[in-house]
């Protein structure tokens, strides 16, 4: 019985870099975001990017980068990309550490690659390529679909509250009114079809349009969503 106590899941996170709190322009920006989409963002938990952060290694400024988020209804849950003496004052304070992002790159620049196993090899398999993940099902609200190392195809509506997740595409053959995902594990070249876009919010490797930033004229319209200079653009599909 005890093997059940713990279970996996997968959650959905804002990722802040900690040099943006420093920034004067952070906090009536993200008020802005917060006037357009308030229940999105009502208690929506926070990790707190520490790459490149020389500071944070006293618990008062985690302490100071929470009251600063509480004042924009988020909640600082954790951190990740610390160092030994940030993640010993964030530990302190009670935050949790975090992997780093999934959002960046998954090789590093200028780092060449390793050679490959050549498919003439004797015993060398051929990869398996990941299967897509097909719902024929309506996804109801409160429910969410990950699918993990390929892409999602949904074949009916997808309900406000509901979220679909893929490391690759979405295909929604229907309408969208929930939340979509796609790239999660930092595909940037991930994309969203869907046939009536009415969708909560839309998101790919990590960047993300709410419902109010969606322009009218392409809502309702079936499209394709995808990231170009690191914005996310919506075209007719």
Known sequence: MASNLVQGAVFTV???RAGMLRDPGFEPELAQQVRRSPRFFLNAPVVLDLRGAAEFTHGAEFHEARDILRRHTLTLIGIQNAQPAQLEAAAAVGLASFAPSSTQPSRPRNVEPAPSTPSSSPGAAAPTP??????????????????????LVVTAPVSPGAEIIADGN???YGVLRGRALAGASGDAEARIFCSRLEAEL????????????????????????????????????
């Open 170 to 172: 979405i295909h929604v």
């Open 202 to 237: 839309v998101s790919i490797a990590g960047r993300y349009l709410v419902s109010d930033q969606i322009p009218p004229e392409q809502r309702g319209s079936a499209v394709q969503i995808a990231l170009h200079d690191d914005r996310l653009t919506i075209e007719p599909n």
């Open 130 to 151: 990941a299967k897509a993940r097909l719902i024929t099902q309506p996804i109801r609200s409160g429910t969410q679909v990950y699918a993990r190392e390929g892409d």
């Open 14 to 16: 804002m990722v802040v």
